[in-house]
């Protein structure tokens, strides 16, 4: 059968490597990934073994945001993960590429790596070039909300959409994609600047080319994910997610991949790690630049040594090059003068962490909270209670919204939704319509890296499993305290037991298929929201 697949009498005696390719034409940011899949495997074939490409799936965020489709996103990482365990531990594959470039496959991947265990390596797709007028999707998203307050005119939209997505490549801030790239070479499973780079260039085609070869080499050592993705690995990739003003998702994602590995990681580790490390990269959402223009002067690399040298790295980490963290930095030269993506540590965008772990009456598990400090860390306001985003987005879009509601979107946790969809179609509206200092966002949802604004996501207990979020009545006050990392609902115990005596279950919205499948096995968000944890039942 591999003889009929291109195999000669020589190859039998090689290594064979599962490339792992995302390749698709339904996003961008995986429509080129079949050039940079064949550029490993030629690679591997280079070093003396054997490359041997397969597909599994991917979806788009951006395609799917704010309808019913965008429920499958989440679902999407677990059937990733299952799918290339499936494929290379069918095969026997002696080592494995994992090729990604979009919010889900790229987790999707690291799990099936780190289920896997035996010697492998993550190639991240690479990031778009930015549109006309600096322009990207959230730029969509964003003009849409502008346009609902009258602010913009029809033909301005189109416009931007038109032009804001130029060809392949992830999106273009440093939203989830480019988040989780940056998280995975910190994390040691990623050759040196996989992360920043520009997926329509010669620089990404040599880094696929390269990562099939570096297999062949961990193979030879005897290197495999496990030995990589330490707890130390762990402390470094939060360490520069925060330093860039990465996204909510990666607390989710991080949280997963450690579990999948056997490391054990809590939503506190980013408190904790959230107090040393400032973020001081000036980039979107919140911040100007992109991507790109990161790539242009250096891409992480230089961060990471400033880092390391300030002792907030752990450098003895081992990595895919087969040396450590601090071996891989010792000759990377510093960002170039004048530069203002990167600021110094001493005057940073923020001084401490914008991922902020709230807990409190409305999220005694916890929450997730991306509070950059533009928009303030206090908000007290009334909650305009919708149980699912459809109804939040018709609110806002026809301006029932107003200034001082805390909106309460529930019911779209991992199992309520189920799926867990990301709000960026109500953020972006609600940044659109001016009112981002102005009104908060909480969910049992999450958010898109793209999303920005004074929003709260992975509220645990989610509202279908009975959390207090359930128990939230429209006209109720709430303060978001990002100082204190608490979230409370001002209601006192007895109204909140007789609430929660009075709540029932709603019934399950899908009862056959995937989604039926993922509601009945995934866990909590707090712990990552996995499919895969005995007794799930249990656990959430």
Request: glycine share 12%.
């Amino acid at each position: 059968m591999l003889r009929a697949v291109g195999f000669s009498d020589e190859d039998f005696t090689k290594p064979q490597v599962g490339i792992a390719s995302t390749w698709s034409r339904v996003t961008p940011c995986n429509s080129h990934i079949n050039v940079l899949a064949d550029a490993a495997s030629d690679g591997a074939d280079e070093a003396g073994g054997k490359g041997v490409v397969f597909n599994t799936i991917t979806i788009s965020d951006g395609i799917a945001n704010g309808t019913e489709g965008m429920k499958y996103s989440m679902i999407s990482r677990e059937v990733i993960a299952d799918s290339i365990e499936t494929v290379a531990g069918c095969e026997g594959f002696d080592g494995v590429v994992a090729i990604g470039g979009c919010d889900k496959n790229m987790p999707g991947c690291m799990m099936g790596l780190a289920r896997l265990d035996r010697p492998g390596i993550f190639v991240y797709g690479g990031t778009i070039l930015p549109g006309e007028g600096h322009t990207d999707i959230v730029s969509v998203f964003e003009a849409m909300g502008a346009h609902s307050q009258g602010n913009m005119d029809l033909i301005d939209v189109k416009r931007i959409e038109e032009t804001a997505i130029p060809g392949p490549g992830s999106c273009g801030g440093m939203y989830t994609a480019n988040t989780m790239a940056s998280a995975i070479e910190a994390l040691g499973m990623s050759l040196p600047n996989s992360s920043a780079q520009n997926a329509v260039s010669q620089t990404k085609q040599d880094d696929s080319r390269e990562a099939g070869a570096a297999v062949l080499k961990l193979l030879e050592l005897d290197i495999k994910p496990s030995d990589i993705m330490t707890r130390k690995a762990f402390e470094n990739a939060i360490t520069v997610v925060i330093s860039l003003g990465g996204s909510t998702n990666a607390v989710l994602h991080l949280i997963a991949i450690a579990n999948t590995i056997g490391v054990e990681l809590t939503l506190d580790d980013f408190t904790e790690i959230g107090k040393r490390v400032p973020v001081v990269a000036d980039l979107r959402p919140s911040g100007h630049y992109m991507m790109s223009e990161l790539v242009a002067i250096g891409g992480i690399q230089p961060l990471m040594k400033i880092l390391l040298d300030a002792g907030l790295l752990h450098g003895d980490c081992l990595t895919v090059t087969g040396q450590t963290l601090a071996e891989n930095l010792a000759d990377v030269a510093p960002y170039p003068e004048g530069q203002n993506i990167i600021k110094p540590l001493n005057n940073p965008v923020k001084a401490s962490s914008h991922l902020r772990i709230l807990y409190g009456n409305l999220a005694p598990e916890g929450s997730v909270a991306k509070i950059t400090g533009k928009e303030g860390t206090r908000f007290t306001g009334k909650a305009r209670v919708f149980n699912s985003e459809e109804e939040a987005q018709a609110r806002i879009n026809d301006l029932t919204v107003v200034a001082g509601d805390v909106l309460v979107i529930r019911y779209e946790g991992p199992r309520g939704g189920p799926g867990m969809r990301e709000m960026l179609t109500p953020t972006s509206a609600i940044m659109g319509r001016g009112l981002g200092d102005k009104v908060a966002l909480i969910t049992d949802g999450r958010f898109s890296g793209g999303s920005h604004g004074f929003v709260v996501g992975h509220i645990t207990p989610e509202a279908f499993n009975g959390g207090p979020i359930a128990l939230v009545e429209d006209g109720d006050q709430i303060t978001i305290d990002a100082e204190n990392d608490v979230m409370t609902l001002h209601i006192d115990e007895a109204e909140m037991t007789r609430r929660r005596e009075a709540w029932q279950r709603p019934k399950p919205r899908y009862t056959r298929g995937a989604m039926a499948k993922y509601a009945r096995t995934v866990s909590s968000a707090s712990l990552g929201a996995l499919t895969d944890l005995p007794d799930a039942d249990d656990l959430t």
